[in-house]
């Protein structure tokens, strides 16, 4: 099939960015969106030009590099799924497709469809662990975890820090992302001493990056590609909210 | 000169204990004055990072990902191993350090590999106190299923993310650090040099994938975590961004490279599907637990599966290895599957493909149970390959995954540059000719959080380092080579892209240095490299400038390296004339067809240092004695 592109090109951060139209022809139905864009770039190079930047490594959609806008819908059509496991299998010959990069404030375009995403590593800093220095643990046994507790802990966990939820947020808000971290760790037994201060220090450093407020549209629900839950934005808030209070 | 693996000597049991006494320790108030410089960030990195600074040294990371999160321990699917023995069924810190001597053909270090086992009890209680979602049974109990040739079992699992959760859980114990000033980050740096002074590791060259800057960072000591280099195969179940430069670059400063060609290949990944492939997709062989192998009995047969009855079907590992039937080790499992396969017996429309089937599972257990069990990853067979695995079985093929080979190090983790660490799949040391499942997860964490830190401090407590600065001509000279590269890269403009190289170059080690070797064609081989190499350095097109972010030139950096690793690969290949774990010599096979290992002139290490481009390399080779696991053929019947 021959699709058309309109990808968003930036030199860099400083510069001013514009939609570029590129054609993409004899594109295969097994191959994954990336290697559709693989394919496009080769030939851009063979005539010279610079390839599109965008961001990639594990192609299995478990590290949380990659990820951009198709046609408005963060990581594309496809429920649960990110962009280098959509396969091209989804669209017919002669689609359209945008691609921009996540918009966001707090995350600015580093090139093309690179953004840099360190105030999630910051908001995790800020508190998303538990403080349990090497060697100071006491056999795993000791501590019982309902399994209930450890399923709703690994829901949480499965977040990979792609961005997604940012980027379909109309109010670019990082909710989604710093409330699955918040729900992990406060689910557990483990997690209980720190669970209010975790809050506190998490929900203040992710309004410090200037990420929007949660409004519960609920389209961060609707494009995470690890379909993690809007109700970890309602533990987040109940926990900030008594680590505010107490 | 003789490689001294400074193994302590005593029963193997108290070694560790022995020699961590023996270590000297840093004051706790001097430890803030040490750098300390930690490249990588996956399980190794990050937990080395962690830990170093909880204890109070200086330390900074570096990773080229965007964030220390992204690394490739990530994608692990199916588990971490530990000698726990919580299912009582006959589990020991003795018994996993007898299978993974056992299970890497004996071309493993036994004191390494039993520390290795000693820890694993500690990696889990740290996880679990991290916060690690591991599975739990209904009492609240860890659990634990058994796993690639495992007995027991002792695997402990987080769904099928187990790498994901242990490496946010090292990810965060790193972000505290970071956050308490400790430690320093610095993402999106690539390592392209080492700088060695007065023979010791004092620093690297990075250069800011962002800004095209180079720059060097001084220490006390250079701790390499940077993951193994199965991307030289260019179509692997490696992350794309996995290289082989840190530590390669680090070779061509004096660090020994050890058996390069042990690589391991992977039974259980997703067909290729097109020219077009960037990567293959591994589905943990977790699978292989309830999973079926089979492949039709007659040769040419193109039926559908569920129009081939039972009685034409062949369950191939079943019937050759009744004992293990579909859990025999990785490496049995891989060349099995190319033996049906060359036989013409493969599935699929390219030939090269066998069926992984549950129906038998899903009648005994029933669907709901599979889901729990492997859910995600049917979910994923079948975004990739459009087709639904509960009703038609899946099909795979071996693919590389993993690469035992790896700087050489000592007991203490130690290079043979003094004050160059080299840790997790980056090192040789634990899995001899081929790694069990659920061990590479083992060993990263082990190395960081339990062994690095000590080792570290021994080092830095009874070693005399001078004080250097950025002006140093060892300095000025490593950033002038780095700068050197870079502009002879970009200056090519030739014809061919680095995609194109590197597809090529895979192509060749996969077809003379992958599942079967033989001494034609690794010959054949090492010419072919040669040719290719001098193509690429005249004829490679880099796009581009080196003032900004430029994923074409890190990547030609990156084949650059590549295409001199495969050359010592195939000379590491051709010099083992025998049969062992995943390097498997077509001349020296049993008359079964199994591995026919030489204990009686290659039970060693071969450890190459680099003489030079065009120049051979020199060979030591660092004797194994067996004293407690002695060698014998390894059976799966």
């Not at chain 2, 001097?30 to 490249?39: A, D, G, M």
């Amino acid at each position: 099939m021959n699709l058309t592109l309109h990808v968003w090109r930036q030199k860099n951060a400083a510069a001013k960015g514009g939609m570029t139209r590129y054609e993409a022809k004899d594109v295969s139905p097994d191959m994954s969106f990336l290697e559709m864009l693989d394919v496009v770039n080769e030939g851009l190079i063979a005539k010279g030009e610079e390839p599109i930047a965008f961001e990639h490594d594990c192609r299995e959609g478990i590290c949380g590099s990659c990820g951009f806008m198709i046609n408005g819908v963060a990581h594309g059509p496809q429920r649960g799924t990110t962009v280098c496991q959509l396969h091209m299998r989804h669209y017919r010959d002669g689609d359209v497709l945008f691609l921009e990069p996540w918009r966001a404030t707090a995350f600015p375009v580093i090139k093309d469809l690179v953004v840099d995403r360190r105030p999630f590593d910051r908001i995790i800093a800020a508190g998303g662990y538990i403080s349990a220095s090497t060697g100071s643990a006491r056999d795993g046994n000791t501590i019982l975890v309902p399994k209930q507790a450890a399923d709703k802990a690994m829901d949480a966990a499965a977040c990979i820090g792609c961005g997604a939820c940012v980027a379909a947020c109309p109010n670019a808000a990082a909710a989604l992302f710093t409330g699955a971290k918040i729900t992990h760790l406060n689910i557990l037994p483990q997690g209980a001493p720190e669970r209010y201060s975790r809050a506190r220090s998490m929900v203040g450093q992710m309004n410090a990056e200037g990420f929007g407020q949660c409004t519960n549209i609920g389209l961060c629900e609707a494009v995470c590609p690890k379909e993690i839950k809007l109700e970890v934005i309602n533990k987040m808030n109940r926990d900030y909210l008594v680590g505010v209070l107490a | 000169m003789s490689l001294d693996s400074r193994s302590p000597s005593g029963p193997i049991e108290e070694a560790w204990d022995q020699t961590k006494f023996d270590m000297k320790l840093v004051n706790p108030a001097n430890k803030r004055k040490y750098n300390l410089l930690v490249v990588g960030s996956g399980l190794a990195g990050a937990s080395a990072a962690a830990s170093l600074g909880e204890l109070g040294y200086n330390v900074k990371c570096f990773c080229f990902q965007d964030s220390p999160r992204r690394a490739h321990s990530i994608a692990a699917q199916g588990g971490i191993n530990a000698a726990k023995n919580y299912q009582n069924d006959g589990d020991s810190i003795f018994r996993l350090f007898y299978d993974t001597v056992k299970g890497g053909d004996f071309r493993a270090r036994e004191s390494n590999v039993y520390r290795l086992a000693q820890i694993s009890v500690n990696i889990i209680d740290q996880c679990v106190a991290q916060g690690v979602p591991f599975a739990r049974e209904y009492g609240g109990m860890l659990a634990n299923r058994s796993f690639g040739g495992a007995q027991v079992s002792r695997t402990f699992y987080a769904r099928g993310q187990t790498g994901q959760q242990l490496l946010l859980g090292a990810y965060q114990a790193l972000e505290r650090q970071i956050h308490a000033g400790s430690v320093k980050m610095f993402p999106r740096m690539e390592m392209l040099d080492l700088i060695v002074i007065d023979g010791r590791a004092r620093g690297i060259v990075v250069r800011d994938l962002v800004t095209g800057k180079m720059e060097s960072y001084l220490g006390d000591a250079v701790v390499l975590a940077t993951g193994g280099y199965g991307n030289v195969y260019y179509l692997s179940t490696n992350a794309k961004g996995s290289n082989t430069t840190a530590i390669w670059r680090a070779h061509k400063r004096g660090a020994r490279f050890a058996n390069p060609c042990f690589t391991q290949i992977h039974p259980t990944c997703i067909p290729v599907s097109g020219d077009y492939q960037s990567k293959l997709t591994l589905m943990s062989e977790s699978l292989r637990n309830d999973g079926r192998i089979w492949v039709p009995l007659k040769a040419g047969d193109k039926r559908s599966p569920d129009q081939i009855p039972e009685a034409e079907r062949d369950y191939y590992l079943e019937r050759r290895y009744p004992s293990f039937g579909n859990l025999v080790p990785r490496d049995v499992a891989s060349r099995n599957a190319k033996i049906v396969c060359d036989a013409g017996r493969g599935v699929g429309e390219t030939g090269l493909g066998v069926y992984l089937d549950f129906a038998d599972a899903i009648k005994r257990l029933g669907q709901p149970l599979i889901e729990e069990r492997y859910g995600n990853l049917f979910e994923m067979y079948n975004r990739i390959t459009g087709e639904d695995p509960y009703k038609v079985p899946m099909r795979i093929y071996p693919a590389i995954h993993y690469t035992m080979g790896g700087l050489w190090v000592d007991y203490r983790l130690m290079s043979t540059v003094p004050g160059l660490f080299v840790l997790g799949e980056a090192n040789f040391s634990d899995h001899g000719a081929n790694r069990l499942g659920a061990s590479a997860l083992m060993q990263g964490l082990s190395d960081g959080y339990f062994v690095l830190p000590y080792t570290v401090g021994d080092y830095l407590a009874t070693t005399k380092l001078e004080k250097i600065n950025g002006s140093r001509p060892e300095v000025l000279e490593a950033e002038h080579n780095v700068d050197a590269i870079t502009q002879r890269l970009l200056a090519i403009k030739g014809d061919r892209t680095v995609t194109s190289f590197h597809r090529e170059l895979g192509k060749i080690v996969w077809d003379y240095c992958g599942m079967s070797r033989n001494a034609a064609g690794l010959e054949h081989a090492i010419g072919k490299i040669r040719e290719l190499r001098e193509e690429f350095w005249r004829d490679v097109n880099v796009p581009g400038s080196g003032e900004d972010l430029n994923q074409q030139l890190e990547n030609a950096g990156r084949v650059a390296d590549f295409m001199e690793l495969a050359e010592l690969m195939c000379i590491d290949a051709l010099d083992r004339n025998e049969s062992c774990g995943g390097h498997f010599r077509e001349e020296y096979q049993t008359e079964e067809g199994e591995a026919l290992r030489d204990d009686e002139h290659y039970s060693y290490v071969a450890a190459w240092g680099w003489n030079g481009l065009g120049s051979p390399p020199s060979l030591v080779k660092e004797q194994l004695e067996f004293e407690y696991v002695h060698p014998s053929q390894r059976s799966y019947k």
